[in-house]
């Protein structure tokens, strides 16, 4: 059974820092990409970050470039979210996400999500 | 890249069908066959319900349907049970090769 397991949020201040960690299990995780996806209550769901197979390639929503960084240790079966420089619209439920069957970016399986409040 | 057009709720009686609309231009559900809808109970993460249009995940019941038309793509739920009452969102690939989401709707059964 896929099982991915998000752990890292809480409550930071603007301009702080958090780093998130999804452990994953029940499937080979070099074989996929993995995604970082955020539902916040006023903006619904927005693709955050992406990262290949082994890590080579990454991808960024505008809102994060610069200042989140996805990595990955296949060794380990984690994959991670370095987010800095926190502004309050980065709040909201994120959720580790494993690329879907379809011929784009889809996800097949979801973690239970960790929360990340951005506020003074 | 704005977000695709669906509507805050609809609802349907038990046995009955009902179809969500997703709406969005020529840059994305227009220009591809990569729209993917997914269903999320309160306080759950989203499950993918059919991806690339039309595809069903295995285990995932045939009485959900999706097609496409232009830049409108849609969910259909046939056989309306107590258990589809859940918020539905659609995404689709896009020409800057991105992903876009809908705003989700809520089903409610009634």
């Known amino acids: 059974e896929v099982q991915l397991v998000e752990s890292g949020g809480g409550l930071v201040q603007p301009g702080g820092s958090l780093r998130l960690s999804c452990a994953a299990s029940?499937?080979?995780?070099?074989?996929?990409?993995m995604h970082w996806v955020r539902q916040s209550p006023g903006k619904g769901l927005v693709l955050v970050s992406g990262?290949?197979?082994?890590?080579?390639?990454?991808r960024y929503a505008d809102s994060v470039k610069g200042r989140f960084t996805i990595s990955r240790d296949n060794a380990e079966n984690t994959l991670h979210v370095q987010m800095n420089s926190l502004r309050a619209e980065d709040t909201g439920v994120y959720y580790c996400?494993?690329?879907?069957?379809?011929?784009?970016?889809?996800?097949?399986?979801w973690g239970q999500g960790t929360l990340v409040t951005v506020s003074s | 890249q704005s977000a695709l057009t669906q509507p805050a709720s609809v609802s349907g009686s038990p046995g009955q069908s009902i179809t969500i609309s997703c709406t969005g231009t020529s840059s994305d559900i227009g220009a591809f066959n990569y729209v993917t809808w997914y269903q999320q109970h309160p306080g759950k993460a989203p499950k993918l319900i059919i991806y690339d249009v039309s595809n069903r995940p295995s285990g995932v019941s045939n009485r959900f349907s999706g097609s496409k038309s232009g830049n409108t793509a849609s969910l259909t739920i046939s056989g309306l049970q107590a258990e589809d009452e859940a918020d539905y969102y659609c995404?689709?690939?896009?020409?800057?090769?991105?992903?876009?989401f809908g705003g989700g709707t809520k089903l409610t059964v009634l």
């Open positions: 996400a494993r690329d879907g069957p379809g011929g784009a970016t889809d996800f097949d399986s």
């Open positions: 990262i290949n197979s082994d890590g080579s390639m990454t």
């Open positions: 995404t689709s690939f896009t020409r800057s090769i991105t992903l876009v």
């Open positions: 029940g499937f080979t995780f070099s074989s996929y990409w």
